[in-house]
């Protein structure tokens, strides 16, 4: 189990923003979600949601707008809406904390960080935005126990977005970044445009480890 966890580690520091909501059972234990406010190095914020169990909140003084930090890992699952299949991605908290003042401090230089370690498993696709950002998206297979797996959407940046377009299905990477939330439009087929909010991790560092000599070539993005 350990190792399992040892690839997929994400560390939250925010605030609580929304009532705490049951979401299902599984063998007698039941969970919860809301949603956490993580502030980002600039002025935005990213509002990301969290699955937490019963048993980390018996006794948890539970209030929004309190501080708190969550350990934990980024865990996808697919959901079935109208006969499509959707990718719901969600921080499962293995731990929540109140941290003193002190502590809040200084977590809140870095609020927001994540560790995966896993595989390619569709072909990355280079894009550069409207303002001429230079962007790969990659989907990441997570191992975890009895042989499941955690498909995260990551983004690269800059000259690891090029670097990242040529790789291939299979091959290994470890990354380092932040889960954010984006917004989109998506045109419905009545013609209707919804506003939708998508989760994904974007890569600060990456290693890829080549199959062939399992040589590590470390790669810093930009900005």
Known sequence: MDKIIETNK???????????EFSHEMYGEKFYVFDLEVARLSSSTDILPITISERLIFNFNYQIGKYVIIEGQLRSYNRYVESNNR??????????MIP???ELQDKLRKPNDIYLDGFICKKP???????GREITDILLAVNRPYNKSDYIPCIAWGRNARYCENLLVGDHLKIWGRV?????QKKLNNGKVETKTAFEVSISKLDHIENDNNRIVDYELEG
């Open 100 to 102: 003193a003042a002190e």
């Open 125 to 131: 696709i280079y894009r550069t935005t409207p303002f």
């Open 10 to 20: 994400a560390s939250l520091v925010g605030r609580i923003v929304s009532e705490l």
């Open 180 to 184: 954010q939330s984006r917004e989109y």
């Open 87 to 96: 990718l719901v991605l969600t921080i499962f908290a293995r731990e929540i």
